[in-house]
């Protein structure tokens, strides 16, 4: 095994061993909300929301953009789990405002090995083979950190599986200060209609 693997197996064990009653808490969110963020490892929903194990739903991916599957999880959380608030949080120095789509697929095209980036950009230095198949995936790269999180929450308040009455709300957060900055024209975007 692996040092990470062995890193995490003890820290299970460490945390199983005080588990205590969390065994018992229900499947819904106590505070009844859900957020949608970024994977950036740097970007500790419980801390920065004030989060604890019950709470609410996190839903991560890269950027914390209204995918497909991030929407799909949204409706669960509110359908089947009952939550009645969302936030779409991004957050600054996100390394989806480093690279486009062509970008990506000409990386992946060339290897399928770790990329590296400097002051001339992004460059593969992987031994092929790669492969084509990056161009059938739209990657929702960021090109405006403030206008992307107004396009996820028009995205998500216009899906037809989304209950108009949840109110989403719109945040960057600042990698530098810790705090969340609302996003006005995303949360007003957002409101319930």
Known sequence: MSRIVDEVIAANSAYSADFGDKGALPMPPGRAFAILTCMDARLDPAKYAGLAEGDAHVIRN?????SDDAIRSLVISHKLLGTREWFVIHHTDCGMLTF????MTD?????LETATIDASGWRDIGKGPGSPEGRYINWLTISDNAASVVDDVKRIKAHPLVNKSIPVYGYIYDCKSGRLVEIPDATAAGRPG
Not at 100 to 103: A, G, K, P, V
């Open 62 to 66: 890269a950027g914390g953009r209204a």
């Open 100 to 103: 486009t789509n062509e970008i």
């Open 107 to 111: 990386l992946l095209a060339s290897s």
